[in-house]
T-cell receptor
């Protein structure tokens, strides 16, 4: 158990809809990351937050947004969903937002857009 | 542009033998490298890391080797066990930056045959 909690585990929705994925980091970790894993792909970095502030942005679509709250949990919002957004979405956390500290991953949310 | 590459999608090894997983990278700014293991329906689990000031790091049955001039790293598992069967991801980051976002390879599926 990595200590990172993601909800829900599975989500099925229709094209055009909006969903929210939730992540609680490990106790004591200040930084949260979101990654997307599509079929047969590696993990693609989406966005990072550190102590409530956006720290780095990757290949995140404009239809997607995220935030980290004062209690350090994070939410990833996906809107105007398309079939191609179907993927595994992983949240990870680390103690700090920089330096040589490994990321610890949750078990992911599997999103299916029909 | 795939900055971290794992050119072998799969590898099959006999129990008790050595497993060698390879990874190449293109970005010379990377100075921190990690290996993650992933079982189905779970998030990636941190295995072992190495910084660019070293060329070898060992942890039990797992050893990571780094060849900076060739921009190549490898993970050796000795002896291999059936429980090691999983997808292995190589990842890299630049410690000196303001973020330790990890760039992942596409993974290698290791199958250890009893």
């Amino acid at each position: 158990d990595s200590g990172v909690t993601q909800t829900p585990k599975h989500l099925i929705t229709a094209t055009g809809q909006r969903v929210t994925l939730r992540c609680s980091p490990r106790s004591g970790d200040l930084s949260v990351y979101w990654y997307q894993q599509s079929l047969d792909q590696g993990l693609q970095f989406l966005i990072q937050y550190y102590n409530g502030e956006e720290r780095a942005k990757g290949n995140i679509l404009e239809r997607f947004s995220a935030q980290q709250f004062p209690d350090l949990h994070s939410e990833l919002n996906l809107s105007s969903l398309e079939l191609g957004d179907s993927a595994l979405y992983f949240c990870a956390s680390s103690v700090n937002g920089a330096g040589n500290s490994p990321l610890h991953f949750g078990n992911g949310t599997r999103l299916t857009v029909t | 542009d795939q900055q971290v590459k794992q050119n072998s999608p799969s590898l099959s090894v006999q129990e008790g033998r050595i497993s060698i997983l390879n990874c190449d990278y293109t970005n010379s700014m990377f100075d921190y490298f990690l290996w993650y293991k992933k079982y189905p329906a779970e998030g990636p689990t941190f295995l072992i890391s190495i910084s660019s000031i070293k060329d070898k790091n060992e942890d039990g049955r797992f050893t990571v080797f780094l060849n900076k001039s060739a921009k190549h790293l490898s993970l050796h598992i000795v002896p291999s066990q059936p429980g090691d069967s999983a997808v292995y991801f190589c990842a890299a980051s630049a410690i000196g930056g303001a973020t330790n976002k990890l760039i992942f390879g596409t993974g290698t599926l290791l199958a250890v045959q009893p």
